[in-house]
């Protein structure tokens, strides 16, 4: 046997003891649970605003000569599914294909009609007409305080297996969902799900299979949220000389595993070289996102990204631009704000009670959990949501002023003694009088 076919059943040994990341197929994913949706909930809010946006498939193409465009020459979403619930109204709009900065002006200019976006609000069209032309789909409606937008696309470019030399290929099997709701039970929610099926660049070189992005964030209105930020891949090769060689990603890029302990470590270490040199060399890197989480006030600011794919022109003549092609595979952006309405007294007459009970979530913590599939197992990271602030305590009211008696408004009868002093006054003038009749009496009858 020859030295060359020597070491190619050797890197064969290493492969098989290598396998695959994971077990191939449907990754469990780590879920909130769901009650029902309730849009009668809506009314014991004061303020509500859900915004969620999620594509399985973001294409941006920029060249070392930036054209001065937002994100490039090319910035294209695949699907593209947005939805915004909000006191003012509800809003959803899908796309199998977004079209970008580039093409829209175009559009916008020639008066081209693009029929694949679906558009629901509400006040206003809540469930439109879906969209469907073969593989691509894309479907939006809305409730007076609820919205969805979901989305499928066949595929963007083309992802068969081609000669290494070919171009970048691209991605097939994408779906996308956006939803924003009132549920009974979880308060007010935002939820985006992404989802690619096998996604192909440098000719078949690296190869990625059932990458799934689900971000869940639910609040009860007391400035605290629950987030869940979950990850999957179930598995990527690198094509090295003909051979599938099982690989990890994560956020420095790919790794080549031994899932077996079988293999020496000197030969993996190898193996591992010449994976990332071939890599380089196509002008490919990938690697996976932390979730970037900010909360200012009362909103909660999530962007998560599964997989980020860059792919380099190589043998680009002199003096002409080279190209880069960048896909974000599964991408989820939210925004949850919601502030409860005060408790209102019916019964003004009545003071308002001093010991009403605090929200059951109030002072819980804001919980993410991640499962990488392709990493060390799940990872839980627990971080204290912000201390809420005490519910204010209704002052309570005096009771108010009894009606006052008729009785009282009447003036009150004098002492007895008045009496007889008005009585003593009287006698004293008669007698005065009789003096003064006697006296002129006895004048007359001496004269």
């Not at 009650?35 to 498939?57: E, L």
């Not at 930036?66 to 994100?71: F, I, N, R, S, T």
């Amino acid at each position: 046997m020859s030295g060359a076919k020597h070491g190619k059943r050797r890197l064969g040994v290493l492969l098989a003891a290598a396998g695959v990341l994971v077990a191939a197929g449907d990754v469990t994913l780590f879920t909130v649970g769901h009650a029902a949706q309730d849009d009668s909930q809506a009314p014991n809010y004061d303020v509500y605003n859900g915004q969620v946006f999620a594509a399985a498939d973001q294409e941006v193409v920029t060249t070392e000569k930036d054209p001065g465009l937002p994100c490039g020459a090319a910035c294209n979403y695949y699907p593209d599914t947005r939805v915004n619930v909000a006191l003012a109204g509800t809003h959803a709009e899908a796309s199998p294909a977004d079209t970008g900065p580039l093409f829209q002006a175009v559009a916008a200019g020639q008066n081209i009609n693009q029929p694949q976006y679906v558009r629901a609000s509400y006040p206003g069209t809540q469930n439109p007409p879906g969209y469907r032309v073969g593989p691509a789909t894309a479907d939006a409606s809305v409730t007076p305080a609820s919205a969805v937008a979901s989305g499928t696309y066949g595929a963007v470019g083309s992802t068969t297996t081609a000669p290494l030399s070919s171009h970048p290929d691209g991605s097939d099997g994408g779906s996308a969902r956006s939803s924003s709701y009132f549920d009974s039970t979880l308060g007010f929610v935002t939820s985006g799900d992404a989802r690619v099926h096998h996604a192909s660049y440098g000719g078949g070189m690296l190869q990625i299979d059932n990458v799934h992005l689900n971000v869940t964030v639910s609040t009860k209105g007391s400035n605290t949220f629950t987030k869940a930020v979950s990850v999957a891949i179930g598995s990527a090769f690198v094509n090295l000389n003909g051979n599938l060689v099982a690989v990890t990603i994560d956020q420095n890029g790919v790794t080549v595993q031994d899932t077996n302990n079988s293999t020496p470590t000197d030969l993996l270490h190898q193996v591992s070289e010449q994976v990332n040199a071939a890599l380089a060399g196509a002008g490919i890197s990938v690697h996976t996102v932390a979730p970037l989480v900010t909360q200012q006030g009362t909103n909660l600011h999530v962007e998560a990204q599964a997989l980020v794919v860059d792919v380099k022109q190589t043998g680009t003549p002199d003096g002409v631009p080279r190209q880069t092609f960048r896909h974000v595979l599964g991408e989820v952006v939210i925004d949850n704000e919601a502030v409860l309405a005060p408790p209102q007294i019916l019964d003004s007459s009545v003071p308002a009670p001093t010991d009403i009970p605090a929200p059951a979530d109030l002072g819980s913590s804001t919980t993410t959990v991640i499962t990488n599939t392709v990493g060390s197992g799940t990872v839980t990271t627990t971080v204290p949501g912000p201390a809420p602030a005490p519910a204010a305590t209704p002052a309570a009211k005096a009771p108010p002023l009894s009606a006052v008696p008729i009785s009282a408004l009447l003036k009150q009868p004098h002492p007895g003694w008045l009496l007889f002093a008005y009585l003593a006054w009287q006698a004293l003038l008669v007698a005065l009088a009789g003096a003064v009749y006697l006296h002129r009496s006895a004048l007359r009858r001496a004269s």
